[in-house]
């Protein structure tokens, strides 16, 4: 299957891509919006039901996140002691600079899942954590989407018209480079 194909599938199924983007951004899913940023550019979908997409999911699943933790607590954990482990230092981390930690802890791969539970055992008020989620995952949407069109657009424009499976190949490069840069700055926040 060819980059057009996939484009080709993506206009067909229409609102079905919408839910499919958001339910990536509900799991935390870095790529999926970064490819639907390429899709954009593509015309194969819209800008803004995109960025409207990525949002609804990345705050919808924060929030679960932080209710469920807040609610059952670290014993949520007691099965995955190593996780548990690291959602509890997180927590701490959280507790200590809850402002910023909002603003970063999307971009990480490995934290960006557990970040809400880690919200939800700190000490932050329930009204601090919605407010900053919401303007936090205003950020990260507009951020993806804008970075994938972007990618597009630089891949289109040096590669021409004739190129789409040279463009899927730099598209699965760019994602790789994504997921390996995320790691990165997970392991920096992690020795911190």
Do not use: C
Request: hydrophobic letters at 55%.
């Amino acid at each position: 299957m060819d980059l057009q194909q996939i484009l080709d599938l993506v206009r067909e199924q229409g609102n079905a891509i919408y839910v499919l983007v958001a339910t990536g951004a509900f799991w935390n899913s870095m790529l999926l919006p970064l490819f639907a940023g390429y899709a954009v550019h593509l015309e194969a979908l819209g800008y803004w039901p995109t960025v409207a997409a990525v949002f609804a999911g990345g705050v919808i699943g924060d929030e679960v996140r932080f209710f469920l933790a807040r609610r059952f607590g670290a014993q949520l954990f007691d099965a995955m002691p190593r996780l548990r482990a690291g959602i509890e230092k997180a927590a701490r981390v959280v507790e200590r600079h809850q402002w910023w930690m909002m603003f970063v802890y999307r971009y990480p791969h490995g934290v960006r899942g557990l970040a809400g539970f880690a919200f939800g055992l700190s000490n932050m008020p329930r009204w601090r954590f919605s407010a900053l989620n919401v303007a936090s995952a205003a950020v990260w949407a507009n951020l993806l989407v804008g970075v994938g069109y972007g990618f597009a657009h630089v891949s289109d424009k040096a590669l021409g018209e004739a190129a789409t499976k040279t463009a899927l190949g730099l598209l699965v490069a760019f994602l790789a480079l994504a997921w390996f840069l995320s790691k990165r700055l997970e392991e920096a926040v992690e020795r911190r």
